[in-house]
Every structure is written in C-alpha cells, then in structure tokens.
C-alpha cells in the first residue's frame, strides 16, 4: 500500500531576544544569515519585544516568497487611560500600545499582504481573569489589573500576513 509522500518539516526554536540587536552572531533574524522562513508564529509575546514593529520588519526581512508569519498578541484601544495603565504597570514597551486598525497598518506598511486580524478576547480574557483570581492574592491583584485592561479596550488578537512573491 503506498500514500501521499510527506515532505519532513523541520522546527526550530531559539531562546534569545526575539528582535535582532546585534548581541548574538546566530541570531535566525540576523542580516548576515541567509537563511529563510517560510513561516514564523510568535504566540502571546511580542507585545514585550522591543519593539513588535522591528521584530516585523526583521522578520518580514527573513521570509521566504509567500512566507507567513502569525502571532497571538495584544492590541489595545486607543485611549488616554490604556496608556496610563501601560506606564504605571511598565509591561510592555509604550510603542507596541496600538490598536487593531493600526496593527494592520503597520503590517501593511511594513510590506505584509492578505494581512488577517481576528478578535478572540471573549474567548481569552473572561476564563484567563477567572483562573487568575482563583490562584491567590498575588494572582488575583494580576488578575484585577487584565481585566481593568480588558474593560479599556484591551484585545487578544490572532493577526497575520504574508511576504508577496517577489
């Protein structure tokens, strides 16, 4: 009996800076290296990279033709509170503080085609901020602090977008 051949796809994983800084020769985002990605997914990280936008942008950089790249991360509204938040509490970096519409820009600018965003916070933030609460006072002091986000507008988020081919 024979099926369909299966082409072996090969994964890997680095634990470094996820933005290429120059500090680490074997960065996969380096512009020395020639190697590249027909896809690379970031899940739930790179609203701390500094910044998302040059991760983007070496990425992209790094994409084969047709290569995606995807990420589950945050978005947030556009208001004056949020980035109040955002300073008092120093998560993430203020540059990636951007909404839904301007996250698809800058993908856009950047170069991304067929650039998708979809919003899942109903399905993340409620059962997230629930768990959090139920896991003791200093969890539930974090938990309080998602969800004052939430209710100012903050999104998880499922974007992508693809290199065209050249």
């Known amino acids: 009996m024979s099926g369909p051949i299966i082409k072996p796809t090969t994964v890997d994983l680095h634990a470094t800076n996820a ?3 120059g500090s680490y020769a074997l960065h996969p985002l380096s512009p020395s290296s020639r190697e590249t990605f ?3 997914l970031a899940l739930d990280c790179a609203y701390h990279f500094h910044t998302r936008k040059l991760f983007l942008e070496q990425s992209f950089a790094k994409l084969s033709p047709q290569g995606s790249i995807a990420l589950a991360d945050m978005s947030f509204a556009d208001s004056k509170r949020t980035k109040i938040l955002t300073k008092i509490f120093g998560a993430m970096p203020a540059e990636n503080v951007i909404s839904k519409e301007n996250y698809i820009k ?3 600018e950047i170069g991304y085609v067929d650039v998708t965003l979809e ?3 109903e399905d993340v933030f409620p059962g997230f901020v629930r768990f959090l609460r139920g896991r003791g006072l200093g969890w539930w002091i974090f938990g309080t602090v998602m ?3 939430y209710r100012e507008g903050l999104r998880f988020v499922i974007i992508s977008g693809t290199r ?3």
Request: net charge negative; no cysteine; glycine share 0%.
């Open 19 to 21: 933005v290429h800084d």
């Open 106 to 108: 800058q993908m856009q």
């Open 147 to 149: 969800n004052l986000y």
């Open 119 to 121: 919003d899942i916070s």
């Open 38 to 40: 027909d896809s690379i």
């Open 164 to 166: 065209p081919h050249i």
